[in-house]
C-alpha cells in the first residue's frame, strides 16, 4: 500500500475524479468561510488565536481566488494546492 501524501500525489486510478470534484465548494462559499473566520477572529482574546483564524481566512479566499479561475467543477487543483 503507498502511504498517502497528498491529493496530487495519488495514482489517477486511485481516487474517483468525478466523486472528487464533486465535493468542492463555488468561491462564493469560499468567501463565506473566510468571513466566518475573521468574524470569529475578531471575538478571539489571544493573538495567537486570532493570527490562526486570520491565516485559515488566507487560505479561504486564495481557494476562492483560485475556484474563479477554474471553469465550474474544475477547481481541484486549488484543494489540492492547498492540502
Given at each position: 500500500?503507498v502511504?498517502f501524501?497528498?491529493?496530487?500525489?495519488?495514482?489517477?486510478?486511485?481516487i474517483?475524479?468525478k466523486?472528487?470534484?464533486?465535493?468542492?465548494?463555488?468561491?462564493?462559499e469560499y468567501?463565506?468561510l473566510?468571513?466566518?473566520?475573521?468574524?470569529?477572529?475578531?471575538?478571539?482574546?489571544l493573538?495567537r488565536d486570532?493570527?490562526?483564524?486570520?491565516?485559515m481566512?488566507?487560505?479561504?479566499?486564495g481557494l476562492?481566488?483560485?475556484?474563479?479561475?477554474?471553469?465550474?467543477?474544475?477547481?481541484?487543483?486549488?484543494?489540492?494546492?492547498a492540502?
Amino acid at each position: 500500500m503507498v502511504p498517502f501524501t497528498g491529493l496530487s500525489r495519488l495514482p489517477d486510478d486511485s481516487i474517483d475524479r468525478k466523486r472528487y470534484r464533486a465535493w468542492m465548494m463555488s468561491d462564493s462559499e469560499y468567501r463565506r468561510l473566510a468571513a466566518e473566520c475573521l468574524e470569529l477572529a475578531q471575538r478571539m482574546s489571544l493573538h495567537r488565536d486570532r493570527a490562526h483564524l486570520m491565516e485559515m481566512a488566507q487560505r479561504w479566499l486564495g481557494l476562492a481566488t483560485e475556484a474563479e479561475r477554474q471553469p465550474s467543477g474544475a477547481n481541484n487543483t486549488a484543494i489540492e494546492r492547498a492540502l
